[in-house]
């Protein structure tokens, strides 16, 4: 196996081993998980510089009953390692789930590495979503080799801001929320990467397409 390919499947095995469903913390109210997919939808954790990628939020009400996270903001915090702030881009608009959370949509992206303030609320007919909803997306860029984390902390601007429970008795506090943290590494090579998760189980397989050409 070459040495590129091995690396290719380490780090999809990482990957998928990071992303997923986060686990749940003791007395935590409320989750707020990342995604990284395709602009088809296909979960990815690696991709080659200059591949357009969607950046996806989800809100998940941890009470044992659950209903919906009501009311859902928060800061998220992207920055590349090895690459300088401009490498890393988002493209367009912010897209919220218009189905779940059509109320006082707000965020701003104009810092380089911030999507501030970013959340909804959600509406009186809004379905209920007891396993999470999500809450918005960005389609992203990066133009370089390296690594991109996102991260996520509570909203500052409040009592705006708050994060509400439907049914909750009052603002869960910042402590009490949770933000998963997840990476997309950009690798140098053209490569098309299908990952795969199979129950609990997950196959990272990358297929190089100079590889592919070399058999031809
Ligand atoms: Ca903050
Ligand atoms: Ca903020």
Partial sequence: MKTAHKFAVLLGAVGLMCGGVQVVQANKLVDFDFEITT??????????GNDPFVFIVRARDLRDNPRTVFAAYLDVIYEGTGLTPGEVQITGPIDFNELVYPSS??????????IDEVGAIDGISSPPAPTGAELFRVPMLATRVGVVSFTGNP???????????????????????????????????????????????????????????RLR
């Fill in 105 to 114: 949509q707000k965020g701003t992206t104009t810092t380089v590495g911030l």
């Fill in 155 to 213: 909203a500052d601007s409040l009592p705006f801001n708050e994060v509400v429970l439907r049914g909750g008795s009052g603002p869960v506090p910042a402590e009490q929320q949770q933000f998963d943290a997840i990476n997309l590494t950009i690798v140098p090579e053209p490569s098309s990467i299908v990952l795969l998760g199979l129950g609990g189980l997950g196959i990272a397989v990358s297929v190089w397409r100079r590889k592919a050409r």
């Fill in 39 to 48: 602009p088809l939808g296909q979960p990815v954790t690696i991709l080659n």
